[in-house]
C-alpha cells in the first residue's frame, strides 16, 4: 500500500510540474507577441543579427533561414487573383489585311502608333506591302485593333493570351527577399570583428547583388510583356492577276522586221570580220609561203646544205 501512495504521488507531482510549465511557456509567448512591433516590411532576418554571437558560415544560414518573402501571397494554381493582386496577362496577335493602296495604309498605320502611344519595334516595306511587329499599351489593345479593322479586308486574325500572374508574383516576392537580406548583411557588415569575416559578409553581399540582378532584369522583361501587348501586323497590297492578250497586226510586223533586222545584223558582222582579220592573215600566209617555198626558198637552201655535209 505504502508503494502504491508513494507511486501516485510522483505521477501527481509530474503532471502537476508540466501543467506549470505550460503555463509559463503561453505566458511567454503572449509576452513576446504583444512586445513585438516591427511592421511588415522589416528583415526577419534582422531578429538573427541583433545581439547574436557572430559564427562564420553559421549566422548565415540561419540568417537566410529566417528571412522568408515578405510580398503579397501568390494565388493558388487555377484561381483569379483576389483583392490588390491584378491578373498580369501577356497578351499577342497577328493580323493580315489586304488593302488597294499599301503606301496609305502605312501612313494610317503611323499616325494610330502615336495615336495610342504605341511603338514599332520592327518595320519591313517592300514594293507590294508592309510588315509590322507593333508593341500596344495593354490599356489600349482592344481598341487599336478595333481600328486597324478599318485599313481593309481582314485576311487573318489570332490572338493569343497567357496568364503570367503566379511567375509574376514569384519573382516579385524572391525579389524582395533577396533585397531584405542584402540590406540585412550590409548592416551587419559594420560590426564584423575581423578581416575574415568583412571577407566572408562580402562575399555573400556580392553573390546576392547578381542574383538581385538576373531576378530583377526577369521581372523587369516580364512586365514589359505584360504592360505592353504585341501586334504582328502584314499589310497586302491588291493581287496581281496576269493577263494575256494575242499580238496584233502592227506587233507581228515589228517582230518580223527585227527578226530581218537581226539576220542583217549577223551577215555585216561576218564581212567585216572576212575584212579585218581574213585579208592581214592571207597575207601574212602568202609572205611566208614565199620566204620559205619560193625565190628565196629558205627550207631548200638550208635541205641543201644539210644534204651537202652528209
Known amino acids: ?34 512586445n513585438d ?13 541583433e545581439g547574436a554571437a557572430y559564427n562564420s558560415g553559421q549566422t548565415f544560414r540561419k540568417a537566410e533561414d529566417a528571412a522568408e518573402p515578405r510580398g503579397p501571397e501568390l494565388p493558388e494554381a487555377g484561381a483569379v487573383p483576389g483583392a490588390g493582386l491584378s491578373q498580369k496577362l501577356v497578351t499577342h496577335a497577328g493580323i493580315s489585311i489586304r488593302v488597294q493602296d499599301p503606301e496609305k495604309a502605312g501612313a494610317t498605320v503611323d499616325s494610330l502608333v502615336e495615336q495610342y502611344g504605341a511603338y ?4 519591313t516595306v517592300w514594293e507590294n506591302g508592309r510588315n509590322y511587329s507593333i508593341r500596344v499599351p495593354a490599356s489600349s489593345y482592344t481598341a487599336f485593333l478595333s481600328a486597324l479593322g478599318d485599313l481593309g479586308r481582314l485576311l487573318h486574325r489570332a490572338e493569343n493570351t497567357e496568364d503570367v500572374s503566379l511567375r509574376y ?28 569575416e568583412i571577407l566572408s559578409v562580402e562575399e555573400k553581399i556580392a553573390e546576392l547583388e547578381d542574383d538581385i540582378d ?17 501586334v504582328d501586323l502584314e499589310i497586302l497590297g491588291p493581287e ?15 517582230g518580223l522586221f527585227g527578226v530581218f533586222g537581226s539576220f542583217l545584223s549577223m551577215v555585216l558582222v561576218i564581212l567585216l570580220g572576212v575584212v579585218v582579220y581574213g585579208i592581214p592573215s592571207f597575207l601574212i600566209l602568202a609572205l611566208l609561203f614565199w620566204l620559205l617555198f619560193g625565190r628565196i626558198g629558205l627550207v631548200k637552201k638550208v635541205w641543201g646544205l644539210i644534204a651537202g655535209k652528209r
Open 1 to 34: 500500500m505504502k508503494t502504491e501512495k508513494t507511486l501516485y504521488r510522483i505521477v501527481a507531482i509530474y503532471f502537476a510540474a508540466l501543467a506549470v510549465s505550460f503555463a509559463a511557456g503561453s505566458c511567454s509567448a503572449g509576452g513576446i507577441e504583444a
Open 37 to 49: 512591433d516591427r511592421s511588415w516590411g522589416e528583415p526577419a532576418a534582422a531578429t538573427v543579427w
Open 120 to 123: 514599332a519595334s520592327s518595320a
Open 169 to 196: 508574383y514569384d519573382l516579385e516576392g524572391r525579389l524582395a527577399t533577396k533585397r531584405e537580406l542584402l540590406a540585412t548583411y550590409r548592416s551587419y557588415l559594420g560590426r564584423a570583428k575581423d578581416i575574415k
Open 214 to 230: 538576373g531576378t530583377g532584369k526577369e521581372l523587369r522583361s516580364l512586365a514589359g510583356l505584360v504592360n505592353y501587348a504585341t
Open 240 to 254: 496581281n492577276i496576269p493577263s494575256y492578250a494575242a499580238p496584233t497586226l502592227g506587233e507581228r510586223i515589228g
